[in-house]
Nanobody
């Protein structure tokens, strides 16, 4: 599976961005999926996760309510809607998929990763 993330950019605090991640192949609809981010100089952290069907999600407290993950298996695409962005949301964002059905939260559970897309939030 190859993943291509897009939609990053520069936005002012309080603004919104929508990230997309297009997947190749025919297995995407059977895989769990997630978004991760790595702020400059910090560790990788999970932002959102979704199960294969799209009816089970996970968010850490830092983004809960503000971020929303979704997927369209017919289009082999997943999304991350980010609202009310804060400067601390600035990071390189990665999409990833995992063999399996659930909304996994550990980065080591994910098998395929896309190249990151930069999100910068100015204050």
């Amino acid at each position: 599976v190859q993943l291509q993330a897009s939609g990053g950019g520069l936005v002012q605090a309080g603004g919104s961005l929508r990230l997309s991640c297009a997947a190749s192949g025919h297995m995407f609809g059977t895989y769990a999926a997630g978004w991760f981010r790595r702020p400059l100089g910090k560790d990788l952290e999970i932002v959102a996760a979704i199960n294969w069907l799209g009816d089970l999600t996970y968010y850490p407290d830092s983004v809960k309510v503000r971020f929303s993950i979704s997927r369209d298996n017919a289009k082999n695409t997943m999304y991350l809607q980010m609202n009310n962005l804060k400067p601390e949301d600035s990071a390189l964002y990665y999409c990833a998929v995992a063999r399996g059905s659930y909304n996994y939260t550990g980065f080591d559970r994910y098998n395929f990763w896309g190249r990151g897309t930069q999100v910068t939030v100015s204050s």
